[in-house]
């Protein structure tokens, strides 16, 4: 059996390196199972991509699209054309994707309708129900078209069963991008900017954004900021910058004694980060799953989200991105009044292992 594995974006990196390990382990084992790791280049800067591969032992990519940057449909475009070619060489058993974002869906439309190639979809099934957003449609393209849908929640289960996807296609199989933060938890390192801050455990706030919705609107975004650094009580705010945030930043001069800007920050050095904060304020989604498992209180800018067991059972709470909904729950945070929360079932760091064990079923 021969798998494509597609990592395209930040987010794809630390949900296919154990993947590719337990592929690995199978291999070992003598089992006839091997990969193709396939990097599309949507996320091209170092700091983005890089040095997640170092940091997270994942293997040099045998084949890197190099897409670059472009509006949504110029990127889309050229993952698709790029791995068009990849498959006219030598196509695939199976087409693994993860997570939702473009290389995602431009891979599995592109293997499915030039081969028909099974896809294998991990972190299928969950949605937002917010069609502003690309991952969302990203997502539903996918799994129109996906074979295999590997999930990482009940919610995502009943998601798909309710789209008509029958039970033996559907298996619940936990988060990998757990499996990667559990992994790595002793090796998480201290960043600079601890020192510089003057850092102290569970004294500072974590600060990321990066949705158009938040970012995009100058106005709305120095408001954002402005309300955030009011109702922070003098802690330092950390601020790991988003490039697509970094420019508007600039243009409009936002700065305050207690908020540090920074650079993007590696995998071990923000979760470090995260790890020591008080409290982490985001519109990432998929960092309120880390601050679930690492029981940090996580405040999210967005008014939907696709990971609702991060606000049922774990540290989450979502707030939209009224700016006056900040200090009210900053209040509560700095009162001591967080909930604790609880890890979601099968996040136990053992997901890959599950993915695999199925996917050696497959061979003939």
């Known amino acids: 059996m021969l798998i494509d594995i597609i990592a395209g974006a930040r987010p794809n990196f630390m949900k296919i390196a154990p993947i590719a390990e337990s592929i690995q382990h199978a291999q070992e084992k003598g ?12 996320h091209y800067d170092k700091n983005m991509s890089g040095n997640f591969f170092e940091e997270l032992g994942i293997p040099e990519p045998d084949i890197n699209l190099e897409a670059g940057s472009g509006s949504q449909a110029e990127q889309t475009a050229a993952i698709m054309i790029r791995y068009e070619k990849v498959l006219m060489g030598k196509k695939p058993d199976l087409l693994v994707v993860v997570g939702d974002v473009t290389s995602t869906m431009a891979c599995s439309i592109t293997a499915k309708k030039m081969n028909n190639i099974p896809v294998a979809h991990v972190e299928a099934g969950i949605r937002s129900g917010d069609l502003t957003m690309p991952e969302e449609i990203n997502r539903m393209v996918t799994d129109c078209i996906t074979d295999y849908f590997f999930t990482t929640s009940e919610t995502a289960n009943k998601n798909l069963k309710k789209a008509g996807i029958e039970d033996n296609r559907i298996f619940f199989v936990g988060n990998t991008m757990i499996d990667t933060l559990l992994k790595n938890m002793p090796k998480l390192k201290q960043p600079a900017i601890w020192a510089t801050a003057f850092l102290s455990n569970k004294e500072y706030l974590v600060l990321t954004l990066h949705r158009p919705g938040n970012v995009d609107d100058a106005q709305n975004l120095k408001l954002l900021i402005e309300t955030i650094v009011e109702s922070s009580r003098n802690i330092p705010i950390i601020f790991p910058v988003h490039p697509r945030t970094n420019k508007w ?14 650079e993007p920050l590696s995998y071990l050095e923000f ?15 998929g960092i309120t799953e880390e601050t679930t498992v690492m029981n940090v209180p996580c405040i999210t800018l967005r008014n939907s989200t696709e990971r609702p067991e991060t606000c049922t059972i774990g540290t989450n709470e979502l707030i939209g991105t009224d700016p006056a909904s900040i200090k009210p729950i900053l209040n509560k945070l700095f009162e001591n009044k967080w909930k604790r929360g609880t890890t979601p079932q099968l996040w136990d760091g053992r997901t890959a292992e599950r993915i695999v064990d199925i996917l050696l079923t497959m061979i003939v």
């Open 31 to 42: 089992y006839n199972i091997h990969y193709r790791l396939i990097h599309t280049g949507q």
């Open 249 to 262: 930043l600039q243009q409009l001069g936002i700065t305050a004694a207690n908020l540090y800007v920074t």
């Open 271 to 285: 979760n470090y980060l995260v790890k020591h904060s008080k409290a982490v304020i985001t519109d990432s989604g």
